[in-house]
């Protein structure tokens, strides 16, 4: 009996197509919305960008069919609108008062985003809310006071404030690497990022100002990376997805002051 050997893929080769096929796909999209929008500038408005195009998609979507008890889903067809990409730039109050001293609080970012999710007309799509900062972070969980206590005490214990802090909590036998603020800026590229961000450090007067305002705040910024800098909330019928009990809450590691966040809402109409 004659025995077949099927023959073999070149897998770069099909790699390669599919590529291709995807490029394609993706620079005709981009091409309808640039023929709606125009060119943008992302210099023009730092706080609030818009893009919108004439596109519409139908989608089938399910619905609970109530003929029995299984709960089917049946299949409708419904044209969602105009495709929304915008971003905001929110300043959140906060709601303590002093100065900055390393005091850990909750803010409730929910009403805000509610508010600039209605405002932008969005039914579905997908909201993602970002941290703009080093020391705060974006979590979703429940906003209750005596909670926000317990999660104050929790990170502090989690990452105990360094002894050289004013903080009341400064715990005496912890040092951190970053809060030795004499031996900073460390190399040139740290140096340089000083100068991008408005301190002449080539001056010795002005790098001894930069150091005397820097925080001791090194906990600050580890609480921020096990937290995490941003969530992203589903959006159906206009609505955020999410519990009866579940807030989009701002963790700020270092304060009290006001801070910003960065609001993304991509979708349709």
Known sequence: MMKI???????????????????????????????????????????????????????????T???????????ETTSLGNPVCEYIQLTVPTTSEG??????????????????????????GTVTVISRHTTTAITINERESRLAKDMAKYFKDLAPIDERSEAEEARAG?????????????SEEEAE?????????????????WRNQEPINAHSHLLSMLIGSSESIPVVDGNMVIGQWQSILLVDLDGPRDRTVGLQLTGFE
């Open 5 to 63: 050997v099927p023959r073999s893929i070149h897998l770069p080769a099909l790699f390669l197509i599919l590529h291709t096929l995807t490029l394609i796909h993706s620079l005709a999209f981009i091409g309808s919305i640039n023929q709606n929008c125009g060119s943008w500038n992302p210099k023009a408005n730092h706080h609030h960008r818009r893009c919108r195009t004439s596109l519409h998609a139908d989608v089938e979507v399910g619905t």
């Open 65 to 75: 069919n109530t003929s029995n008890n299984n709960d089917i889903p049946n299949a």
């Open 99 to 124: 100065p900055p001293r390393q005091e850990i609080s909750v803010e409730d970012l929910t009403p805000m985003i509610n508010q600039n999710l209605a405002a932008s007309g969005m039914k579905h």
């Open 174 to 186: 912890v040092t951190y690497f970053h809060n030795d603020i004499d031996e900073r800026p460390e």
């Open 193 to 209: 990022r000083c100068r991008e961000n408005g301190w002449d450090i080539d001056d010795p007067e002005v790098l001894q100002a």
